[in-house]
DNA sequence: TGCGATTTGTCCGTATGTATT
DNA sequence: TAATACATACGGACAAATCGC
């Protein structure tokens, strides 16, 4: 199943974990701006923890690439370049298209209702505004779903990874620009393909797809 | 210039850092032999370091999977399966077709000459028999010359989180069948092909290329 | 250039939680 | 159930490096 793979990891029991979930919630809301210094000793006051697992925690956001630490000068938000986005971009391209190659021949109806029911989730969740990152953790979570069918644990490993950057990404850009997420239709087309019967025209539509989604968040970044 | 990337640096001044690859030494190696488990302390005493940056390091480690860590459980040395390894070198393949297809149109003389010279310190390394790894590092560097040229950080970062796996999983093999590594010429066409016109038949290539180095290992892991 | 302030990096002692016996 | 071993976490301290004056 591929409900297996998006089992959250129920309470993680240690601080460090703990701690991991909620920097990099912090870190993709923008609620620490990018760019921004951190300080351990704040940090750690501020989480109500010891530097000891909180430079472990970080260790892990560093490695995923939400922060960037440089030795004995300090620790800071990360900041996202247009190069940055493009290779983003171009990777997850890739990632995706290698994910529904493995996962074609192993889409049940029970999969394949459930790739229905991560849309209908993005949906009515752009209908409510209330959590502006509702929309934006609904589309990944759908695309999540050729990761989780692929049954290819390295393949969702590196998506795993390279999500974070996405949901900061558009976070950052959303809170800059005012505009709400993804369209209320866009992965209609997305959601036929992925359901039927030809698979060259799916991985041609993952081209497009992706290149509209980075034009579109590019348009913004241009005029910085 | 691709040399840039391939800049090792320069002896890390923190402890985590040298701590890292010494332990990454120490588990591709097989000094630390697969499944074994590991305590804090010891380590930490048998490193001369203290368990904070120890733990530090450890994070990382995890985080690039040679080290498995369950919490309150222990922590414990990779054991690499027939799946896992099928994942790796399927990733690869991707990862390393990719590479190529971004490099492609950067391939000046002087990047085609550097391709040579790895090469060329493959084959002296396999003639001498001294170190029993060296063999395996010249090969990853033959093969990381496609990553580094491409420009593309994130693929070169992939590719460097992936490289302990197989460098891993190459030594632990070796030193059960007592093999040596890769061939004189096995790279021969590969290099012909990389510094050719014809991209296509390069890809063609990688896919038997990958496809082979996966059959001739995992006809080694049958046994088990 | 040197000096002090700040912060990271590191170490140690200790206490607590968890799993195993 | 009790006891042991170890991972986890805390707090204080010092060393080392960086930056500003």
């Not at 956001?61 to 004995?72: A, C, E, H, N, T």
């Not at 393909?193 to 968040?217: K, W």
Request: some cysteine; aromatic content about 6%; hydrophobic content about 40%.
């Amino acid at each position: 199943m591929s409900s297996l793979a998006s089992l959250k990891p129920l309470e993680d029991t240690t601080i460090r974990g703990r701690t991991v979930d909620q920097l990099r919630r912090l870190v993709v809301t923008g609620e620490l701006a990018a760019g921004m210094r951190l300080t351990e000793t704040e940090l750690a006051c501020a989480l109500g923890i010891s530097r000891g697992p909180l430079r472990e925690a970080i260790r892990e956001l560093v490695d995923i690439g939400l922060l960037v630490s440089k030795p004995y000068k300090g620790l800071f938000v990360r900041e996202i370049t247009r190069k940055d986005l493009e290779e983003i971009y171009s990777l997850r391209t890739m990632l995706e298209k290698f994910a529904f190659q493995e996962a074609w021949d192993k889409r049940t109806p029970e999969a394949l209702e459930d790739l229905n029911s991560r849309n209908e989730r993005l949906i009515t969740t752009i209908g409510t505004g209330s959590d502006p990152f509702g929309p934006i953790e609904a589309e990944l979570h759908l695309h999540s779903w050729c990761y989780e069918l692929s049954g290819h644990s390295l393949l969702l490993q590196s998506w795993n990874r390279l999500k974070p950057n996405l949901q900061f990404y558009f976070a950052m850009h959303q809170q800059a620009h005012a505009r709400q997420g993804p369209e209320r239709k866009s992965h209609d087309l997305y959601i036929r393909l992925a359901s039927g019967t030809d698979l060259e025209a799916m991985l041609d539509h993952l081209n497009d797809h992706m290149r509209q989604g980075l034009e579109t968040t590019i348009g913004f970044i241009n005029t910085a």
